[in-house]
């Protein structure tokens, strides 16, 4: 799948990789927020360290951007051991992998992105390596060929996945240590916003910081995004210091709103309460309506629009709820959800991996 790459996508764009580097947190202490997370890495890998053996394997799960890869390489830095990276879809023979554990030296960190998506033979020769530092690679074809057992020395897995719904029960069995990720509170994000500003050398008020937070959707690399952004904008057009009123007047320009919505956010929102009073309405007749395919508002709008509880998936279609309506400046129908009523038990609320 292309991943989608707006001003608020949650996704990395090729061309701020350099940027999110420069702000990437490298040790335990610099890691903002997710407490009970950090809590529970530094007692692991305390514990592994004081024994002198490598830690548990790692998962991390969560929705993108909140900091697995930087949890991944800050496993790495706190155990002073090398890191290779990889990911699932990288990885599309097992022979590969196999070149990449035998490879591995003693305490190394192999991190795994998006592990959900690796090959199942490649799978069942990592459960071994996870297991026994151990694989037996295959060579020849048919009933000539043989395993030869290889060493793998001992390492320590960290896996991260955006779905841990897709991994496979043999698989998540063999970590042993399993941190879920969860998005950011505004405040949290302020937090982060500051400690950007410091490293790029940004001034930034605290109202300044307190408005981007607002709009970045619980997620870190949006903030570090939008905080890039609004620099720029106060820079050419300001004298530099991103205050309340320059965070505003840039993220018009950007075209994010209050809430972190963009134009297509809003497009769809648009169409729901206006075009279809509110719903329910499938999901092709509100994609067309806004000249976009159905997967893109699927996939790229309508799980933060859940979650910010401004739209529902329901099995009679998408209804736009009362913060939709409020939010677009409309007053909502009375009594209902949309204007056409929903009884209270059509109603749910999808994850990101629903699709009624
Ligand atoms: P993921 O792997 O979950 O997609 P990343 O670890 O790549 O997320 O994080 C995206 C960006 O957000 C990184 O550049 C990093 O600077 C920033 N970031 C994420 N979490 C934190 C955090 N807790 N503290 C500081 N910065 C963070």
């Given amino acids: ?34 407490d009970r997370v950090r809590d529970q890495l530094d007692l692991l890998l305390q514990g592994a360290m004081r024994r002198g053996s490598p830690p548990d394997h790692i998962l991390l799960s ?29 990885i599309e023979r097992s022979g ?84 879920h990720l969860d998005f950011y509170a505004p405040g949290e994000l302020e937090l982060l916003l500051q400690r950007s500003a410091r490293i790029l050398g940004v001034r930034i008020t605290e109202e300044g910081a307190r408005e981007v937070a607002g709009r970045s959707r619980g997620t870190p690399r949006i903030a570090n ?21 320059i965070a505003r007047a840039a993220l018009k320009v950007y075209d994010v709103d209050a809430l972190g919505l963009d134009r297509l956010d809003r497009a769809v929102l648009t169409a729901l309460v206006e075009a279809f009073r509110g719903g329910p309405v499938g999901l092709s007749t509100l994609a067309v309506a806004v000249g976009e395919q159905p997967d893109t508002v699927e996939e790229v709008c ?34 209902t959800f949309g204007a056409n009523p929903i009884s209270a038990p059509d109603l749910f609320t999808a994850g990101e991996d629903e699709r009624p």
């Fill in 302 to 335: 309508e799980p933060f629009l859940v979650r910010a509880g401004l739209l529902a998936r329901t099995p009679r279609g998408r209804v736009a709820t009362e913060a939709a309506w409020r939010h677009l400046g409309h007053t909502p129908p009375t009594g």
């Fill in 225 to 245: 995004r939008l905080l890039r952004r609004v620099r720029d904008f106060a820079e050419v057009r300001a004298d530099g210091i991103v205050t309340l009123e």
């Fill in 1 to 34: 799948m292309t991943e989608p790459g707006g001003l608020v996508s949650a996704y990395v764009h090729d061309a701020e990789l350099d940027a999110e580097a420069t702000v990437r947190p490298k040790r335990l202490s610099e890691f903002i927020a997710q």
């Fill in 62 to 90: 969560g929705p993108p951007g909140l900091g697995k890869t930087s949890l991944a390489n800050i496993v790495a830095a706190e155990l002073g051991a090398g890191i290779r990276v990889t990911s699932g879809p990288a």
């Fill in 96 to 179: 590969d992998l196999a070149a990449i554990l035998t490879s591995l030296a003693e305490g190394d960190v192999l991190f795994i992105d998006e592990i959900h998506r690796i090959a199942k033979p490649a799978e069942e020769l990592l459960y071994s390596a996870m297991e026994d530092f151990r694989v037996d690679v295959v060579v020849g074809k048919g009933p000539g060929a043989t395993a030869i057992p290889l060493d793998v020395e001992p390492f320590t897995l960290v896996g991260a996945t955006t779905r841990s719904g897709l991994l496979t029960g043999p698989m998540r069995d063999r970590f042993g240590f399993v941190a």
